[in-house]
């Protein structure tokens, strides 16, 4: 395994980190493993060499954040790992509740969101579920357009000083709210973000607009999320797929995956798969070995693997020795069209 830093920061993490939000309570979506079913893929992954660990409080309602504070500690010192997770959404008591959707009427007054109260209360609930002293990269979940910049970035300067974190991150939102972001924490002299989790993949390429450009300008280490275009770069959908309610051969996940419904079944994003088709037989790869691969050549530190089958794992590891020709890099690229804007909410 190869490790490089995070953006222009000294922290060292493995070219892949693995997403943790398929692990915690099935209860949370029919999709996740619980307990004793993710113990291999923590096993395996540290055995790869995989260092680099994201979830969320958001994820099974705090109870991913549980396992990977217990898991973790039963493979890897804590010395040698990178824990990252993640602050908006409201983490409710109900495992089954799905806080990312749910009426903002429903959910109590500060509880949610990035303002300094909140931030400092989900800290310190964070660090209690994953059993930790510290966080080692602290991203904020989504933009929070009723709370100042300034407060947000104020506050999460304080948990850094504190000594509760070490490094900020942000997730997805528009490149000139990133930039504000950073620029306020810069005239403070507050911790300015290190790296930015964004939506990412050969069928969602809308961030080559400007956030890249951005984050690569002013050394923001790139760490995207679903980079299988959540399973459809896999190359097992089929246009008539689209209604996967009524498809009995589709993962759970594909069935109650409304977002995967919405925006990769074009006939655009099949041509790109086809091309990855054929990309991938003509060096006896998988399209996922590719489709990672194709990342880690576009400047990505690490892309969030999310896995629920050993195999896809052991996948994502090998793609990072895979080298992609220019010629077969253009390939892959050609057949894009562009998409609405989508994963800021």
Same mark, same amino acid.
């Given at each position: 395994?190869?490790?490089?830093?995070?953006?222009?920061?000294?922290?060292?993490?493995?070219?892949?980190?693995?997403?943790?939000?398929?692990?915690?309570?099935?209860?949370?979506?029919?999709?996740?493993?619980?307990?004793?079913?993710?113990?291999?893929?923590?096993?395996?992954?540290?055995?790869?060499?995989?260092?680099?660990? /994201?979830?969320?409080?958001?994820?099974?309602?705090?109870?991913?954040?549980?396992?990977?504070?217990?898991?973790?500690?039963?493979?890897?010192?804590?010395?040698?790992?990178?824990?990252?997770?993640?602050?908006?959404? *409201?983490?409710?008591?109900?495992?089954?509740?799905?806080?990312?959707?749910?009426?903002?009427?429903?959910?109590?007054?500060?509880?949610?969101?990035?303002?300094?109260?909140?931030?400092?209360?989900?800290?310190?609930?964070?660090?209690?579920?994953?059993?930790?002293?510290?966080?080692?990269?602290?991203?904020?979940?989504?933009?929070?357009?009723?709370?100042?910049?300034?407060?947000?970035?104020?506050?999460? &300067?304080?948990?850094?000083?504190?000594?509760?974190?070490?490094?900020?991150?942000?997730?997805?939102?528009?490149?000139?709210?990133?930039?504000?972001?950073?620029?306020?924490?810069?005239? *403070? &002299?507050?911790?300015?973000?290190?790296?930015?989790?964004?939506?990412?993949?050969?069928?969602?390429?809308?961030?080559?607009?400007?956030?890249?450009?951005?984050?690569? /300008?002013?050394?923001?280490?790139?760490?995207?999320?679903?980079?299988?275009?959540?399973?459809?770069?896999?190359?097992?959908?089929?246009?008539?797929?689209?209604?996967?309610?009524?498809? &009995?051969?589709?993962?759970?996940?594909?069935?109650?995956?409304?977002?995967?419904?919405?925006?990769?079944?074009?006939?655009?994003?099949?041509?790109?798969?086809?091309?990855?088709?054929?990309?991938?037989?003509?060096?006896?790869?998988?399209?996922?070995?590719?489709?990672?691969?194709?990342?880690?050549?576009?400047?990505?530190?690490?892309?969030?693997?999310?896995?629920?089958?050993?195999?896809?794992?052991?996948?994502?590891?090998?793609?990072?020795?895979?080298?992609?020709?220019?010629?077969?890099?253009?390939?892959?690229?050609?057949?894009?069209?562009?998409?609405?804007?989508?994963?800021?909410?």
């Amino acid at each position: 395994m190869e490790y490089v830093n995070l953006g222009s920061s000294g922290l060292k993490v493995s070219r892949i980190c693995l997403g943790m939000m398929t692990y915690g309570s099935p209860k949370w979506r029919p999709w996740v493993l619980d307990k004793s079913a993710s113990r291999p893929f923590i096993r395996r992954a540290v055995e790869a060499g995989i260092n680099f660990f /994201d979830t969320a409080n958001l994820y099974s309602n705090g109870l991913s954040e549980i396992l990977t504070g217990k898991l973790l500690k039963e493979y890897a010192k804590r010395e040698e790992i990178v824990i990252a997770t993640k602050v908006y959404f *409201h983490v409710s008591d109900d495992i089954s509740a799905d806080a990312a959707s749910a009426s903002a009427q429903k959910i109590p007054p500060n509880t949610s969101g990035l303002s300094r109260k909140h931030l400092f209360a989900a800290v310190d609930a964070s660090l209690k579920r994953l059993g930790t002293d510290y966080i080692d990269l602290y991203q904020i979940h989504r933009w929070d357009p009723s709370t100042p910049i300034e407060e947000t970035m104020e506050a999460l &300067n304080d948990v850094v000083r504190s000594g509760k974190v070490r490094y900020i991150g942000a997730s997805s939102m528009w490149a000139w709210q990133f930039a504000k972001a950073q620029q306020v924490a810069k005239e *403070h &002299n507050w911790s300015r973000f290190i790296s930015m989790q964004n939506h990412y993949n050969l069928a969602y390429r809308e961030e080559e607009r400007e956030m890249i450009p951005l984050c690569k /300008d002013q050394g923001i280490g790139l760490i995207p999320w679903s980079p299988l275009a959540r399973g459809f770069l896999a190359g097992n959908r089929k246009p008539d797929d689209r209604d996967a309610s009524k498809n &009995n051969s589709a993962t759970s996940r594909a069935k109650t995956d409304e977002m995967a419904l919405r925006v990769f079944y074009s006939d655009a994003d099949f041509d790109v798969v086809n091309a990855l088709n054929k990309v991938a037989s003509q060096r006896g790869l998988s399209n996922a070995q590719v489709a990672y691969a194709w990342l880690l050549h576009k400047g990505v530190t690490a892309p969030i693997v999310g896995t629920s089958k050993l195999p896809q794992l052991d996948e994502a590891v090998s793609a990072t020795t895979v080298k992609l020709s220019e010629e077969e890099i253009a390939e892959l690229e050609k057949p894009y069209q562009p998409h609405p804007v989508l994963g800021h909410r």
